[in-house]
T-cell receptor, first 110, second 112 residues
Framework: GENVEQHPSTLSVQEGDSAVIKCTYS??????FPWYKQELGKRPQLIID?????GEKKDQRIAVTLNKTAKHFSLHITETQPEDSAVYFC?????????FGKGTMLLVSP | NAGVTQTPKFQVLKTGQSMTLQCAQD?????MYWYRQDPGMGLRLIYY???????DKGEVPNGYNVSRLNKREFSLRLESAAPSQTSVYFC???????????FGSGTRLTVV
C-alpha cells in the first residue's frame, strides 16, 4: 500500500518568514495530493490540493509543488502569520482512500 | 446543512466494554471513512465504505467493525475495548473517492 513520509515534524518560524513542508510517497499510481490544516482540538480541513497532471498550484500565500518523477510534493507558505500555527498533514491517493503523513506542527511566533 | 456529524464527542470506556461511534452526513456523498488519530502517528484509516452496501478494511482494522446502514450513516463498533484503542476518531465523507474529504468534528475516546 501507499506510504507517505512527512518532514519536518515541527517547524518554528518568525512571523513574515516562509515555511516549507515536504512529503514523499511510495506508490507511483497515486495521482491526488491534498494538504490539510488542523488547529488544536478541531477537525482537519482541506487547504489546497494538486493532481498529478499539474506541477504547481497557488492560492494566495499557499502553494504546492509536485515532482512525480521523484515522488515528492511540498507545501509552501509565504508571509506566515500567527494564525497559520497548526498541524499540517499531507496525503496521497490513487482513488478510493487517502494515506496521510504523520503531520508537521508549525509554530509562527509574532 | 450540518455536513458530517459524529456522536458522541467524548466517551470513557472500561476495558472490555463495547460501544458504537455514529457518523452521519447530509451531503449525499457516496464514500465514507473512519480514521483514528494518535499523537505523532497522523491519521490512519480503519475502515471505509466506497459506496452504500460495501465496506473494506483500511490500515488498522483489528478490533473494529463497521456498518454502512444507508447512504447517510456509517457506524464504527468496538466489541471489546482495549486501552490501545484510546484515540481521537474521525469520520469523513466524499463524493469523488478520495478527493474532497469532509471530516466530522471527532470523537475523543479513552479506554481505562
Amino acid at each position: 500500500g501507499e506510504n507517505v513520509e512527512q518532514h519536518p515534524s515541527t517547524l518554528s518560524v518568525q512571523e513574515g518568514d516562509s515555511a516549507v513542508i515536504k512529503c514523499t510517497y511510495s506508490d507511483s499510481a497515486s495521482n491526488y495530493f491534498p494538504w490539510y490544516k488542523q488547529e488544536l482540538g478541531k477537525r482537519p480541513q482541506l487547504i489546497i490540493d494538486i493532481r498529478s497532471n499539474v506541477g504547481e498550484k497557488k492560492d494566495q500565500r499557499i502553494a504546492v509543488t509536485l515532482n512525480k518523477t521523484a515522488k515528492h510534493f511540498s507545501l509552501h507558505i509565504t508571509e506566515t502569520q500567527p494564525e497559520d500555527s497548526a498541524v499540517y498533514f499531507c496525503a496521497a491517493s490513487g482513488y478510493s482512500t487517502l494515506t496521510f503523513g504523520k503531520g508537521t506542527m508549525l509554530l509562527v511566533s509574532p | 446543512n450540518a455536513g458530517v456529524t459524529q456522536t458522541p464527542k467524548f466517551q470513557v470506556l472500561k476495558t472490555g466494554q463495547s460501544m458504537t461511534l455514529q457518523c452521519a452526513q447530509d451531503m449525499n456523498h457516496n464514500s465514507m471513512y473512519w480514521y483514528r488519530q494518535d499523537p505523532g502517528m497522523g491519521l490512519r484509516l480503519i475502515y471505509y465504505s466506497a459506496s452504500e452496501g460495501t465496506t473494506d478494511k483500511g490500515e488498522v482494522p483489528n478490533g473494529y467493525n463497521v456498518s454502512r446502514l444507508n447512504k447517510r450513516e456509517f457506524s464504527l463498533r468496538l466489541e471489546s475495548a482495549a486501552p490501545s484503542q484510546t484515540s481521537v476518531y474521525f469520520c469523513a465523507s466524499s463524493d469523488q473517492g478520495a478527493q474532497g474529504y469532509t471530516f466530522g468534528s471527532g470523537t475523543r475516546l479513552t479506554v481505562v
